[in-house]
């Protein structure tokens, strides 16, 4: 896996490309997130990839560009943009672009996700909304220890 952080050249956001990661539709995780959602039905959801937006090197790519800062990232908008559909016990590669701009408080993740043969199935593009944690009257505010 490969990442870099680097500027987006046409508007100067900050940002992280994070992949090629290795993701898989097995069925116990297909399975598992369905039930979550209460879905039925043999083929793989078509918000399935959203799981795969929470690995390990996703979220310390977001910890990094949050840069300590006390914020919640609050799910705001996602869409799912399909050529092909997923299918179960397939390998996938996906690559992460993740973009903050200091102008609006969000993180804008957007995964393209290929066969191995690089054939393009789906395109996912999640927004963060970034809410202080110490704003005045927030529930997350963190109060100073003695």
């Given at each position: 896996m490969q990442e870099t952080l680097e500027p987006t050249p046409a508007d100067g956001r900050a940002g992280r490309r994070i992949g090629p990661i290795p993701v898989r539709t097995t069925a116990a995780?297909?399975?598992a997130f369905r039930a979550s959602i209460f879905g039925a039905g043999a083929a793989v959801p078509l918000t399935f990839p959203m799981r795969w937006l929470a690995l390990p090197a996703i979220a310390?790519?977001?910890?990094?560009?949050l840069q300590g800062a006390d914020w919640?990232?609050?799910h705001e908008a996602q869409s799912f943009d399909y050529d092909r559909p997923l299918t179960m016990d397939e390998?996938?590669?996906?690559?992460?672009?993740?973009?903050?701009s200091p102008a609006s408080p969000r993180l804008t993740l957007k995964a393209s996700i290929a066969t191995p043969r690089a054939e393009l199935c789906v395109r996912v593009e999640t927004v963060l909304r970034l809410i202080p944690f110490k704003q005045e009257g927030s529930p997350f505010r963190r109060e100073a220890s003695a």
């Amino acid at each position: 896996m490969q990442e870099t952080l680097e500027p987006t050249p046409a508007d100067g956001r900050a940002g992280r490309r994070i992949g090629p990661i290795p993701v898989r539709t097995t069925a116990a995780d297909v399975e598992a997130f369905r039930a979550s959602i209460f879905g039925a039905g043999a083929a793989v959801p078509l918000t399935f990839p959203m799981r795969w937006l929470a690995l390990p090197a996703i979220a310390a790519a977001v910890a990094e560009l949050l840069q300590g800062a006390d914020w919640v990232p609050v799910h705001e908008a996602q869409s799912f943009d399909y050529d092909r559909p997923l299918t179960m016990d397939e390998n996938y590669v996906m690559t992460v672009d993740i973009e903050a701009s200091p102008a609006s408080p969000r993180l804008t993740l957007k995964a393209s996700i290929a066969t191995p043969r690089a054939e393009l199935c789906v395109r996912v593009e999640t927004v963060l909304r970034l809410i202080p944690f110490k704003q005045e009257g927030s529930p997350f505010r963190r109060e100073a220890s003695a």
